[in-house]
């Protein structure tokens, strides 16, 4: 009796730590949007945007085509609307927490929307890889939650210093981040 015991122990816990050895090998993302960049003020500028939530951070992931080469500044903007020729209808920068325009995690402030800035190249395509915890798509929180705002694209460079805009030149693409 004391044999069926123990085996029967042991096989109750190869079964469990077998359960959460596969259970930590799939790691599904929590919530996923992809949006579709749209060409804005007379430009060619498009691309495709993925965001995915996975425990607690925010995974984006860009790629775009028809820009002039060189350095763009990526932004996002206080609402999903793409509607007017400049994309102006997106209203200004994504900025929950009051903060001046700046560099992504500057001690001195910056939005939320601030992203920063990618280059272009010869062919005119870029890409731009971010990842963060101020963000979420499936959350509550009005400070992090991206959903309804807009991504645009700048015909050209932040310079993280100019308010409450960077000076980042017109908006060359416009896409709304809805779920």
Known sequence: MK?????LTLSCTLVLISCK???SKTTSPES?????????????????????????????SAKLEGLDPGTHAFHLHEKADCSSDDAKS?????NPTAQ????????????RGDVGNFSADETGRGNIEFSTSEWCLTCDDPNKNIVGKAII?????????TQ????????????????
């Open 100 to 111: 001046p325009h700046g560099k992504w995690g500057s001690k001195e402030g910056y939005h």
């Open 21 to 23: 050895i596969n259970n």
């Open 32 to 60: 996923t949007v992809t949006v579709y960049l749209n060409s804005k003020s007379g430009s060619s500028a498009v691309g495709e945007v993925k965001f995915q939530q996975i425990n607690g951070l925010v995974y984006m």
């Open 3 to 7: 044999t069926f015991i123990l085996i």
């Open 164 to 179: 409450p805009t960077g000076d980042a030149g017109g908006r060359v693409s416009c896409g709304g981040i809805i779920e």
């Open 90 to 94: 997106s209203g200004g920068h994504w």
């Open 153 to 161: 694209v700048h015909q050209g460079v932040d310079d993280y210093r």
